[in-house]
């Protein structure tokens, strides 16, 4: 977290389904999840590059599963909406290039378990070099920062809308902003909600600004912290009809702040989405974010930020660094050795740990990769065990 006053207004950013990164990420993520499906041992690094009516997936992948990878595209495209008439970007009509091809045998000599010359161990190293981060704090339900959790609603009640009757003139393309202010370090309101939605060509500005301030934002945001003074910037440059890969080219891993912390935490720099777990940079910012959020569900601190870095082919971190801001209940070098007790880092047991070969990565792509409930990384079931090493 950076250090600031004990007044301030911070901002995070969440943009929707249809935002071309996203749907780069999303095309990713199903190629990913297509992968596991049939073969778990897969190593997949797939890129995609969205723009007008073309798909171009590039990277790394070997595997044993046998699927139309053109359908996985089209599937994928359909899932987030761009199925309308109108839409140069249509599910149906895109033209697909696929350039992936087989994972470089150096960098797999330096993942497999197994021996290999110039190598220092037989187990499974990290996929790459690399720092990751992670973050919880006791802001939200979900142990996240307020801001960009707050992002992510918006935009989730935006498509959520979106296929009802009534939001039917919306489009797939969207961005949110959330301003949230601070006295004396706490959360007391918000100050500005910016909403940049996609829509067909027969509305006026008036509507859509009335309309998603009443419909989408005000009943996903906390109401006590809006006021009369909040700022509701509704496309904010008066028209938004041409978006999605027609408006803009999108291209996996470009929107790594909204998948984590929102820029209240730090970023080691490394995206998620296409990525299989052996690559720490995905794995590994979910092991972190795992173990911070029970270091904050134990109560044994409020706010938490792990490091782990790592050497490609090496199966230890290289470093581990834990900062409590000054709200630990321990000191942090005893925290670090009770982590240490609980957890393993090494890329193999991460994957054990988090049950991680297998399809689930759909369900990360949109809204953040952390705070959903449901995703094993988010799951507070070390708590007692991480107490009891402290003792």
């Known amino acids: 977290m950076i250090p600031m006053s004990k007044d301030f207004i911070f901002s995070s950013e969440s943009v929707g389904e249809g935002h071309p990164d996203k749907v ?22 797939c890129e995609t590059l969205v723009k007008s009516n073309c798909v171009f997936l590039a990277g790394e992948i070997t595997t044993q599963s046998k699927f139309d990878y053109e359908q996985v595209v089209r599937q994928a495209i359909t899932d987030i909406g761009y199925v309308n008439d109108d839409d140069v970007f249509h599910a149906d009509k895109v033209f697909i290039t696929n350039a992936l091809t087989q994972q470089s045998p150096d960098i797999a000599q330096g993942v497999n378990a197994a021996a290999a010359e110039g190598k220092d161990t037989d187990e499974q190293g990290a996929g790459d070099q690399g720092i990751m981060f992670g973050y919880a704090c006791d802001e ?20 959520e809308v979106r296929r009802t009757e009534e939001g039917r003139w919306l489009r797939p393309d969207c961005k949110s902003q959330v301003s949230v202010e601070y006295k004396d370090d706490k959360l007391v309101g918000i100050t500005a909600v910016v909403v940049s939605t996609q829509h067909t060509d027969d509305l006026d500005h008036v509507f859509i600004h009335d309309f998603v301030v009443e ?23 008066g028209r938004f009809v041409e978006g999605g890969p027609q408006g803009d080219a999108g291209l996996t891993g470009r929107k790594i702040i909204v998948d984590t912390y929102g820029g209240w935490g730090r970023h080691g720099g490394g995206a998620f989405s296409g990525k299989d777990p052996s690559k ?14 029970n270091i904050v569900a134990a109560k044994l601190a409020t706010c938490v930020e792990l490091q782990a870095a790592y050497a490609i082919g090496y199966p230890l971190p290289v470093s581990m660094t834990v900062d409590t801001f000054g709200t630990g209940k321990v000191a942090d070098e005893a925290l670090v050795e009770a ?7 090494k890329p193999a047991e991460i994957v054990s740990q988090l049950d991680l070969l297998r399809p689930i990565y759909r369900s990360t792509t949109h809204y953040g990769h952390f705070g959903k409930e449901e995703l094993p990384w988010e799951q507070t079931n070390k708590v007692d065990e991480l107490t009891n090493n402290l003792a």
């Not at 990713?28 to 596991?36: I, K, P, Y």
């Not at 934002?217 to 904010?236: G, H, M, R, S």
């Not at 982590?339 to 393993?344: A, E, G, L, R, V």
């Open 24 to 45: 780069s990420d999303y095309i990713s993520d199903s190629v990913l999840d297509a992968c596991f499906e049939q073969d778990p041992t897969s190593r997949v690094a």
């Open 140 to 159: 939200t339900p979900e142990l996240m920062p307020a801001a960009i959790m707050y992002s992510h609603r918006v935009n989730r009640k935006l498509a």
């Open 215 to 237: 419909k989408v934002v005000k009943p996903v945001l906390p109401a006590e912290l809006l006021t009369d003074d909040t700022q509701y910037l509704i496309n904010p440059t």
């Open 280 to 293: 720490v940079d995905r794995s590994a910012a979910y092991m972190t974010r795992w173990v911070a959020k």
């Open 339 to 345: 982590i240490k007790k609980t957890f393993s880092f």
